[in-house]
């Protein structure tokens, strides 16, 4: 983090300790709590891009529970590891598709569905975000069942 900016809140001992409101020079913005001079606990920041983050903090990364919004309408709620989408969480695509699921270092990893805004769905498994190994497509008409990308069943539905 830029070291030059403008601190408004709690200190102890000389260093920013408690509430406080930090605001660098390129117009990013963090309100929340502190402990020994780093971003810790609760908190907003409001990048200068239009970007923002509410919620856990750990020595001035995202962790634990926390939701991120993009300026472009992207949204992600969940959990965080060292800054990082890690554990459940469900991302609002801004073109209306939504992935629920686990992720691991920002990618999504493990079990997740993704819906689409069309309604489609798949249910499956993902690898570096990426579908891999089985997963179930169902859309109004069929479902539609792949083991690492072979078709091997369709459902017609009623």
């Not at 983090?1 to 963090?30: A, F, H, L």
């Not at 992935?99 to 689409?116: A, C, I, R, V």
Request: charged share 30%; hydrophobic share 25%.
């Amino acid at each position: 983090m830029e070291k030059k900016g403008k601190y408004e809140g709690e200190t102890k001992n000389g260093v920013k300790e408690g509430k406080g409101t930090y605001t660098w020079p390129n117009g990013n913005k963090y309100t929340g709590e502190w402990k020994n001079n780093a971003i810790n606990g609760k908190g907003d920041f409001f990048f200068h891009n239009g970007d923002k983050y509410s919620g856990n903090w750990e020595n001035n990364n995202f962790e634990g529970i926390g939701e991120f919004s993009w300026a472009n309408g992207d949204k992600y709620s969940g959990n965080w590891r060292n800054g990082k989408k890690h554990g459940q969480g469900i991302f609002y695509y801004s073109d209306g598709d939504i992935y629920e699921g686990e992720w691991f270092n920002d990618m999504k990893e493990g079990k997740g569905k993704l819906t689409y805004k069309n309604g489609t769905i798949f249910e499956g498994r993902w690898r570096a975000d990426k579908r891999e190994g089985k997963g179930v497509f169902t859309n109004a008409t069929m479902d539609v069942e792949y083991i690492d990308g072979v078709l091997m069943k369709i459902r017609v539905l009623k």
